[in-house]
């Protein structure tokens, strides 16, 4: 954990082959959370929702991913965002949508912020941005033409902006597209 209260989830180490210091990340962090108490951990990283649910053992502990969290705390009058006449276009992350099954909550949230089109390809059919895994397998001009490809998808919908729910598709598509790209929670601050 970093002085901020962060953590690392533990994959990338995983992934770049550091087996034994990814187990020391993730008891470490599995013996914060339950030291302190936790009972709700929110991420706004849809890989990290990912390992936290399906690679810890966190008993008493519901894993959330920020669109679900700010999805409830609408839903309880705690966040009050005004309703305004932006149309967005909504990405959804592989990992956020296939991975972890969750498709509504950030639709819910974005039809209490502004208007949502969705694209041609979406839900369990949406285009992967080319982040994320991909940047062990991928070169950095295919990402590129990848994240490209999502943005003109995307922008085909006629929307002012795109939103996304991953901070990886985020860059992805910002880098190839022309439209504005924004992270779920960024329009929730700016309707508040």
């Known amino acids: 954990a970093d002085k901020d209260g962060g953590v690392c989830c533990g994959r990338p180490l995983k992934l770049s082959g550091e087996i034994d210091a990814a187990r020391a990340m993730m ?14 951990l929110v991420t706004s990283c849809p890989i990290c929702l990912r390992v936290f649910r399906e690679d810890y053992d966190l008993p008493g502990i519901e894993v959330l991913h920020h669109s679900e ?3 409830r705390l609408i839903a309880a009058g705690r966040l009050k965002p005004q309703t305004g006449g932006t149309v967005y276009t909504y990405h959804d992350p592989c990992e956020l949508g296939r991975g972890c099954g969750v498709y509504d909550a950030p639709r819910g949230v974005i039809g209490r912020i502004g208007r949502l089109t969705e694209p041609e390809e979406t839900r369990e059919n949406a285009l992967c941005c080319g982040s994320s895994v991909a ?28 939103v996304t729910a991953c901070p990886l598709c985020k860059k992805a598509i910002a880098r190839g597209g022309s439209l504005p790209v924004y992270d779920l929670s960024e329009i929730v601050a700016k309707a508040l």
């Open 27 to 40: 008891e470490s962090n599995r013996e914060l959370f339950l030291k302190h108490g936790i009972t709700t």
């Open 69 to 71: 969290y700010i999805e």
């Open 135 to 162: 940047n062990l397998a991928i070169d950095d001009d295919g990402q590129r033409r990848i994240g490209e490809s999502v943005a003109a998808s995307l922008a085909a919908t006629g929307a002012e902006a795109v």
